[in-house]
C-alpha cells in the first residue's frame, strides 16, 4: 500500500495557507506567541513580491513574504516564511539571503530606514527531527544568542486539536492536524470524521481553501475510480447542492475505501501467505521482518496489530527503529 502524493504536496500545502493574512497573524500571535502580536494592526497585512534579484542578477524566490504594520506606531515590519518538510542544512544562510536581499531591495526604492524582518521555519518533517541551529549568524561569538534568531514551528509538536477549539475559522490549525498524520492513511481518515462539525464553521473562502488543500493531499491517495467520486463530491460543493460536513464525511469514506481495497490487495499479493509462515514458525525476527514489510508498505501500526495478532506498542517500537 504504497503512498501516493505529489512531489511539493508540503510546499504547494504551506504556500497555499500562508498566502492568507488571518492565518499569518494566526501563526505569530497563536502558535508561536510573539510578544508584540497583539498591537499588529490586523487589516495593514499584506503580501509582498517574493522575487528578489541578487548581485549576479540571479533570482530567488522565499514562500511568502508579508508586510504588517503596527496598532501604535507608524512603522512596518516584514515577515519571511519558509516552509520545510525535510531539514535544510544551509537554512540559516538562506534565510540572511533572503534579508539582506529584501533590505538591499528597500534601499533602491529610497528607503531610508531599514525595516525590520522577522523569519519563520514552519517544518513539517516526521521523521526527522529539526536539529539545525536557529541562531542565523553564529559567529559573533557573545552576541550569538540576540543576533537574527528565527522562530521554529514544528508542525508535529503543535497541539492543533486545542486550537481548533480556540479559532473557528482559521484554516490553520485544521491542516496542522491533518498534516500531523498525513503519511498514516488510517489515520488522516480518522482525524478527516472528527474535524467534519468543524468545517462547517469555516467561511466560504477558507472552504474553497480547504478545498485545494484536499486537492493536493488527499485526491492523489485515491484510486482512480475513487477520484471521479471525489470530482463529483466537489463539484456539487460547489454548486451549492451539498455541505461542507457532507464533503469532508464523503471524502474519508472514500480515504476508508481506499484503504480497504489497498489492504486486500497486499494480501493477495501474498502479504498475508508470508505472514502465518512467520507466526506458525514462532520465530521472533520473522515476525519483526514481516512487521518491517507492512511498515514499508504503508500499512497502520493499528491495521499490522490486528493481521498478525501483535501488541500496538510493539509495532510502533520496531517502526521507530527503522525511522533510527
Not at 47 to 54: A, G, H, N, P, R
Not at 189 to 202: A, C, H, P
Not at 287 to 294: H, M, N, P, Q, S
Amino acid at each position: 500500500m504504497e503512498r501516493i502524493k505529489p512531489p511539493n504536496e508540503h510546499d504547494t500545502t504551506f504556500k497555499l495557507l500562508f498566502e492568507h493574512p488571518k492565518d499569518i497573524l494566526f501563526l505569530i500571535k497563536d502558535v508561536i506567541g510573539y510578544s508584540w502580536a497583539n498591537n499588529i494592526q490586523e487589516d495593514s497585512i499584506e503580501l509582498e513580491d517574493k522575487e528578489m534579484i541578487d548581485e549576479h542578477f540571479k533570482k530567488n524566490i522565499a514562500d511568502i513574504v508579508a508586510k504588517a504594520k503596527l496598532k501604535d506606531r507608524e512603522v512596518y515590519f516584514y515577515i519571511i516564511i519558509e516552509n520545510q518538510s525535510t531539514v535544510v542544512e544551509d537554512m540559516p544562510e538562506r534565510l540572511l539571503r533572503y534579508m539582506i536581499l529584501l533590505w538591499a531591495k528597500k534601499i533602491r526604492q529610497g528607503c531610508t530606514k531599514l525595516p525590520a524582518i522577522v523569519p519563520i521555519v514552519t517544518y513539517n518533517g516526521l521523521n526527522r527531527k529539526w536539529n539545525i541551529s536557529q541562531q542565523i549568524i553564529d559567529a559573533f561569538d557573545v552576541f550569538k544568542d540576540d543576533i537574527f534568531r528565527y522562530a521554529l514551528v514544528d508542525i508535529s509538536k503543535i497541539n492543533a486539536k486545542e486550537l481548533i477549539e480556540k479559532e473557528k475559522d482559521v484554516l490553520s490549525p485544521i491542516i496542522f492536524y491533518l498534516e500531523q498524520v498525513r503519511d498514516d492513511s488510517y489515520e488522516l481518515m480518522k482525524r478527516l470524521e472528527e474535524i467534519t462539525s468543524t468545517t462547517e464553521n469555516l467561511s466560504k473562502v477558507n472552504q474553497k481553501r480547504f478545498i485545494l488543500w484536499a486537492n493536493n493531499v488527499i485526491r492523489p491517495r485515491l484510486l482512480e475510480e475513487h477520484k471521479k467520486k471525489y470530482d463529483e463530491f466537489v463539484e456539487k460543493l460547489d454548486k451549492g447542492e451539498r455541505k461542507m460536513g457532507e464533503f469532508i464525511s464523503n471524502v474519508a469514506r472514500l480515504l476508508d475505501e481506499t484503504n480497504q481495497k489497498q489492504f486486500n490487495k497486499g494480501i493477495e499479493l501474498g502479504i498475508q501467505q508470508g505472514i502465518q509462515q512467520g507466526i506458525q514458525q514462532g520465530r521472533l525476527q520473522e515476525r519483526i521482518e514481516i512487521v518491517k514489510k507492512l511498515i514499508f508498505r504503508g500499512f497502520s501500526d493499528q491495521q499490522i496489530s490486528e493481521l498478525i495478532e501483535i501488541e500496538v506498542e510493539e509495532v510502533k517500537k520496531i517502526r521507530e527503529t527503522m525511522v533510527n
